[in-house]
């Protein structure tokens, strides 16, 4: 962290939120280095939230004061919404076994302790563990092998 504000710092973060919306990106990470022991780590970071609406009724069936009808299917078919959902704790690239041609760490159907290795996610040429968050059975692998993710995405649904 800074020990000494820079004026200049205000103007970097607000560079980089506009950076991450120009881009299109949900996560951006940067350390700037001033000196001896003083520094500047930011994260900026955007959610996305999408929002579904099922379609309109005909006019002849539902009078002009109508709410809009909400679409519950499509909640329960979104599988962040599932409260068994592993999720992304950043952005990279998924791996699914531990080198090329390996057996994969996890497989539909499989049990797993807590803390146990599911996936692998490079990230800026580190390899991280996602372990599974608790015991369970694996439901659904939701992403592929050498998949980019993103923060917050569902990789996996452990029951």
């Not at 820079?6 to 991450?20: K, Y």
């Not at 499509?74 to 592993?86: C, R, T």
Request: proline share 9%.
């Amino acid at each position: 962290m800074t020990q000494h504000p820079h004026d200049s710092d205000v103007a970097f973060i607000q560079a980089l939120a506009e950076l991450l919306n120009a881009n299109e990106l949900t996560e951006l990470s940067v350390k700037r280095e001033y000196g001896d022991n003083d520094s500047l780590n930011v994260r900026v970071t955007k959610q996305m939230t999408v929002i579904s609406q099922a379609a309109p009724a005909p006019a002849a069936m539902a009078p002009a004061h109508a709410a809009p009808i909400a679409a519950p299917a499509a909640l329960v078919d979104d599988p962040a919404q599932h409260p068994g959902a592993v999720t992304s704790p950043m952005v990279g690239t998924c791996y699914l076994a531990p080198e090329p041609g390996a057996s994969n760490f996890v497989t539909t159907g499989a049990t797993v302790a807590e803390g146990d290795t599911i996936l692998i996610i490079e990230a800026m040429k580190t390899m991280n563990h996602i372990p599974a968050p608790r015991a369970g059975v694996v439901k659904r692998i939701l992403v592929e092998d050498g998949s980019p993710v993103e923060f917050g995405a569902p990789l996996v649904i452990i029951e």
